[in-house]
């Protein structure tokens, strides 16, 4: 089997971009693998440990996060790495734009995958667009899959069941397992091995979205009825203000 | 500006895919034209809802239509948005609402906004924020002329009756996907946007009667501590903290709760939460972004003749 990983650094730490005089700052010092895609790695591994194969990863992060979030996946099983330089994945603005030079880098290097897990992106189209371009089955948001194919989908109040079918995108979330840790001498291995750069014509400017961080905290407001009748009737115009009551 | 379409679903046997607060919220949003679309399996027993949306509605119907079935409703909406020169298409801010949102842009080759906050005109477009994951940072996004976003908001319904079309749905794909419920798949309150909850500080069963009133008026759902469960003043389902359902809409009102640990591991991810409670040092309102220090019932009693 011919598997593909796209992996992310997990946007967990609430300091990664900071601001001070509207000038965002950007710190990657705190970006690892994200859990999911440590799952989608085991998953990957899983698969061909049964149907053998080869295990590539892509990462579209930027600088020192790319390369440590690759060395992670090679620590864990991948068997070669690939940064991409050019744009921003999590910007949807560009979203298509990059997974449409992608799609043509694989061509043109004459790579065809069986399956292509790309972790948690129900915050994105990314890979519904690989899917849909590729011909390839697509089934997202995966909170349970076996290496029958077995798929289980969570909804807000329930779960769809079914089967997979190959080629396939899939996209999923940490519960499909729980990852493995990867020993010393893999770890050791991976830090010296191979990252391939690939990079892409830069995107328009103007199709870029610009980052802000909120530095304001929203107002608290408690009123006092027994010194303001009119309490009732100011908390209802705040709220209609600002968009918490219709 | 482009006209605006909102995509529901709605199917008899699988109580989700749609959401009664940001259809009834989505008219304070968009000035634009705005359109609903529904696919359901039961369009007569819907209809009325619709009527009542503020928004000209088209429904779908198939007695044969399932939620699982994706593909004949994207290759519906293909069909009828491929060949538009601007438009923008609106799902849930749900799981089911951002994999239909993903897979449609994909097959219009438009961009897709997941999750989307803080709606706005800007240079006769519009502009959205998303979150970058659970960072301080957002994007800030000006919508192309076509564009696909997810989006929950709040409202209520309306007086007036707007059109609602019904139309056949072909179903080309049949569907083997299986749907299983879960356990609290019956609970409303489990899975409401807004939320009005009464506490021991309302003194008695009679006094949620009007808690009931200001629910209905907010299009939200009632919900209850456990000491007022235990009197048995509200069914037991309706008990919110550590010994029921955790819960997290968008908006929360607490009213006559003094917010005990136990309730408000229930809550505290809440969205907005907004207290009435008599006691000033009550708990409650450190988990308050509005409130009111006063008698609840007496605050409720306001709410329901200004609302």
């Keep these: 089997m011919k598997i593909a990983v796209i992996i992310k650094a997990g946007l967990e730490h609430l300091q990664t971009y900071t601001s001070y005089k509207n000038k965002v700052t950007y710190h990657p010092e705190n970006l690892f693998l994200s859990t999911e895609d440590k799952s989608a790695l085991e998953y990957a591994l899983q698969l061909i440990e049964v149907k053998g194969g080869l295990i590539d990863a892509y990462s579209f992060e930027q600088g020192e996060v790319a390369d440590r979030i690759l060395h992670e996946a090679m620590a864990l099983g991948a068997n070669t790495a690939t940064k991409i330089v050019t744009g921003d994945l999590k910007d949807p603005m560009q979203q298509n734009y990059l997974v449409k030079k992608l799609i043509q880098y694989l061509k043109n290097e004459g790579k065809k995958y069986d399956l292509i897990i790309t972790g948690y992106s129900s915050f994105s189209q990314f890979a519904a667009i690989i899917a849909d371009k590729l011909k390839m089955n697509y089934y997202d948001q995966l909170t349970n899959i076996d290496v029958n194919f077995n798929y289980e989908m969570k909804l807000e109040k329930g779960i769809l069941k079914g089967q997979c079918e190959l080629p396939m995108v899939i996209t999923n979330l940490s519960s499909i397992n729980t990852p493995r840790l990867a020993n010393f001498s893999a770890v050791k291995k991976a830090i010296n091995s191979k990252i391939t750069e690939v990079s892409f014509k830069k995107l328009n400017k ?17 009123f006092n009825l027994d010194n303001d009748p009119d309490a009732t009737s100011k908390l209802i115009t705040l709220l209609e203000r600002n968009g918490i009551m219709r | ?90 799902f849930d801010s749900s799981n089911i609402g951002n994999s239909l949102g993903a897979r449609l842009a994909a097959m219009l080759d438009t961009s897709f906004v997941a999750n989307a906050e803080n709606i706005q005109e800007c240079d006769n477009n519009i502009c959205v924020d998303k979150k970058i ?3 301080e940072g957002s994007y800030k996004i000006s919508l ?32 083997n996907i299986k749907y299983i419920s879960e356990k609290n798949s019956n609970n409303d309150l489990a899975y409401a946007k807004v939320v009005v909850a009464g506490g021991k500080g309302l003194n008695s069963a009679e006094n949620f009667k009007p808690l009931q009133i200001l629910a209905t008026k907010l299009n939200a759902s009632l919900g209850a501590t456990k000491a007022v469960t235990d009197q048995g003043w509200v069914d037991e389902s309706k008990m919110i903290g550590i010994s029921n359902l955790k819960i997290a809409p968008q908006v929360y009102y607490a009213f006559g709760i003094s917010g005990a640990v136990q309730h408000t591991i229930g809550m505290n991810k809440s969205r907005y939460v907004i207290a009435v409670n008599t006691d000033a040092s009550a708990p409650i309102f ?22």
């Design chain 2, 286 to 307: 450190k988990l308050a972004d509005y409130g009111i220090i006063g008698d609840a019932n007496l605050v409720i009693k306001q709410l329901n003749n200004l609302l």
């Design chain 2, 144 to 175: 192309e002329s076509k564009a696909i976003i997810s989006t929950a908001c709040n409202g209520t319904l309306e007086d007036e009756k707007n059109d609602v079309k019904i139309i056949n749905l072909t179903l080309n794909y049949k569907s």
């Design chain 1, 206 to 222: 103007q199709k870029v979205s610009q980052i802000k961080v909120e530095t304001e905290k929203s107002e608290k407001m408690i």
């Design chain 2, 1 to 90: 500006m482009a006209p605006t379409y909102y995509i529901q679903l709605e199917d008899k046997n699988i109580p989700e895919g749609n959401d009664s607060n940001t259809l009834f919220g989505l008219k304070y949003n968009f000035k634009s034209n705005k359109n609903v679309l529904v696919f359901s399996n039961h369009a007569s027993e819907i209809k009325e809802k619709y009527e009542h949306s503020g928004m000209p509605t088209t429904i779908y119907n198939s007695e044969n239509y399932s939620i699982a079935n994706f593909a004949s409703v994207l290759k519906t909406l293909k069909e009828k948005f491929a060949f538009k020169e601007s438009y923008l298409i609106i």
């Design chain 2, 133 to 135: 994951g659970k960072t």
